[in-house]
């Protein structure tokens, strides 16, 4: 259930992705020299799914990808100053490793530039009003707002009903780079990602993870005229690395994409989501719990709290550190979850309802075994 926290959408070892990475990596043992066919195919089968894309390029990482994001932003723009949401994760380089699963704007890492992390503002989740504020003071000085549509760092929050369209509309209003962070839902919740669903198109997005079902590859894409900017395209902002389009990974995100652009995908992972959630509904029922459980599709996430928070501080007031003492202890009964509090739990094709049985009897007995210790916490 971990799921690799988030890319293994297929199930782990899937024959067909690895059969093509492997073919692949015989074919074009050259990576670092050209562009490949395939490179191209996967560019030509992204920009015709992906709302945003009018151009895409490759990298190795979602990191990477939200890196060259928001440096094409500053310098199309002009401006230095990044907005971004509490609780959203996009990486661990200096500008966005910051403001995560705490309530301030402390760097996750020693050693981040402070003249970097300074240009760094957060806004809490589906807050209009903080946003309009933000927007008045700081609107005209800023490059990029890069956010997750859907927010799976810290499990399942949605966005309110009109919240990304008016997130939307004033990046518009103050010519700022709108970066939707697809990193954990691109492909997870269809190739078109969560900006298809929601109707709002950003400027620019990246893919990663479930892209390639666990292989290293992010696709960082949009607006022609931004994309434009890049060196690939003769451009004067740096766009390099020597593993970028590398042909493994390249084959394994073709392949990949292909089994998720089939419905009966979509429906299987949707069923699956939906059987773990309405188990674990059952089970909180049970044993009389102040939980909630939230999905999306094939992503579930357990809040020990009445109502689904909307942002960050109200994920983090939910005692996240008793939900996950609940799902580590569950590694003691063969089922394996992403045990960091706020995590999420990645439903794959490959698991089948009697897989959540067993997910759900291990659940109980976790929920049994150390419920004195959770009701002291
Ligand atoms: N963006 C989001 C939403 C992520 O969840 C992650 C990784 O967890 C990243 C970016 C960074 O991706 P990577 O770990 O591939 O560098």
């Given at each position: 259930?971990?799921?690799?926290?988030?890319?293994?959408?297929?199930?782990?070892?899937?024959?067909?992705?690895?059969?093509?990475?492997?073919?692949?990596?015989?074919?074009?043992?050259?990576?670092?020299?050209?562009?490949?066919?395939?490179?191209?195919?996967?560019?030509?089968?992204?920009?015709?799914?992906?709302?945003?894309?009018?151009?895409?390029?490759?990298?190795?990482?979602?990191?990477?990808?939200?890196?060259?994001?928001?440096?094409?932003?500053?310098?199309?723009?002009?401006?230095?100053?990044?907005?971004?949401?509490?609780?959203?994760?996009?990486?661990?380089?200096?500008?966005?490793?910051?403001?995560?699963?705490?309530?301030?704007?402390?760097?996750?890492?020693?050693?981040?530039?402070?003249?970097?992390?300074?240009?760094?503002?957060?806004?809490?989740?589906?807050?209009?009003?903080?946003?309009?504020?933000?927007?008045?003071?700081?609107?005209?000085?800023?490059?990029?707002?890069?956010?997750?549509?859907?927010?799976?760092?810290?499990?399942?929050?949605?966005?309110?009903?009109?919240?990304?369209?008016?997130?939307?509309?004033?990046?518009?209003?103050?010519?700022?780079?709108?970066?939707?962070?697809?990193?954990?839902?691109?492909?997870?919740?269809?190739?078109?990602?969560?900006?298809?669903?929601?109707?709002?198109?950003?400027?620019?997005?990246?893919?990663?993870?479930?892209?390639?079902?666990?292989?290293?590859?992010?696709?960082?894409?949009?607006?022609?005229?931004?994309?434009?900017?890049?060196?690939?395209?003769?451009?004067?902002?740096?766009?390099?690395?020597?593993?970028?389009?590398?042909?493994?990974?390249?084959?394994?995100?073709?392949?990949?994409?292909?089994?998720?652009?089939?419905?009966?995908?979509?429906?299987?992972?949707?069923?699956?989501?939906?059987?773990?959630?309405?188990?674990?509904?059952?089970?909180i029922?049970?044993f009389d719990l102040p939980w909630?459980?939230?999905?999306?599709?094939?992503?579930?996430?357990?809040?020990a709290?009445?109502?689904?928070?909307?942002?960050?501080?109200?994920?983090?007031?939910?005692?996240?550190?008793?939900?996950?003492?609940?799902?580590?202890?569950?590694?003691?009964?063969?089922?394996?979850?992403?045990?960091?509090?706020?995590?999420?739990?990645?439903?794959?094709?490959?698991?089948?309802?009697?897989?959540?049985?067993?997910?759900?009897?291990?659940?109980?007995?976790?929920l049994?075994?150390?419920?004195?210790?959770?009701?002291?916490?």
């Amino acid at each position: 259930m971990h799921g690799g926290s988030g890319p293994v959408v297929l199930g782990h070892a899937n024959l067909a992705v690895d059969s093509a990475a492997r073919d692949a990596a015989s074919r074009l043992g050259l990576p670092g020299v050209v562009r490949t066919d395939i490179e191209v195919e996967l560019a030509e089968t992204l920009v015709e799914s992906i709302p945003s894309f009018d151009s895409v390029l490759f990298c190795s990482s979602g990191s990477e990808a939200t890196y060259h994001a928001i440096r094409l932003a500053r310098a199309v723009t002009g401006r230095r100053k990044l907005l971004k949401v509490e609780g959203g994760y996009h990486g661990w380089h200096d500008s966005v490793a910051v403001g995560f699963l705490k309530g301030d704007l402390t760097p996750m890492s020693a050693g981040a530039l402070d003249d970097v992390v300074k240009q760094t503002i957060t806004v809490p989740f589906n807050d209009r009003d903080g946003l309009l504020g933000y927007m008045n003071e700081w609107g005209g000085e800023t490059a990029a707002f890069i956010l997750e549509p859907i927010m799976h760092n810290i499990g399942v929050i949605l966005p309110d009903p009109g919240y990304l369209e008016l997130v939307r509309s004033e990046c518009s209003r103050w010519g700022i780079v709108l970066i939707f962070d697809e990193v954990v839902s691109g492909v997870r919740h269809g190739v078109g990602g969560f900006q298809e669903i929601s109707g709002v198109t950003p400027d620019l997005s990246v893919f990663g993870k479930a892209l390639a079902n666990g292989y290293p590859i992010a696709a960082l894409g949009g607006r022609g005229d931004l994309m434009d900017n890049f060196s690939t395209g003769g451009g004067t902002v740096l766009f390099l690395g020597t593993y970028n389009g590398h042909p493994g990974s390249v084959a394994a995100a073709l392949t990949t994409v292909a089994i998720r652009k089939d419905p009966q995908s979509t429906l299987h992972l949707e069923k699956m989501g939906e059987s773990l959630a309405i188990g674990w509904r059952d089970l909180i029922g049970q044993f009389d719990l102040p939980w909630t459980v939230v999905r999306f599709g094939s992503i579930v996430a357990l809040y020990a709290s009445h109502k689904p928070p909307n942002n960050q501080s109200e994920a983090l007031d939910s005692s996240p550190e008793v939900v996950a003492a609940c799902r580590e202890s569950m590694a003691r009964y063969g089922v394996f979850e992403n045990a960091r509090p706020l995590a999420r739990s990645c439903v794959s094709l490959a698991h089948t309802e009697s897989d959540i049985e067993r997910v759900l009897e291990a659940a109980e007995m976790s929920l049994k075994e150390p419920l004195n210790i959770w009701m002291e916490l």
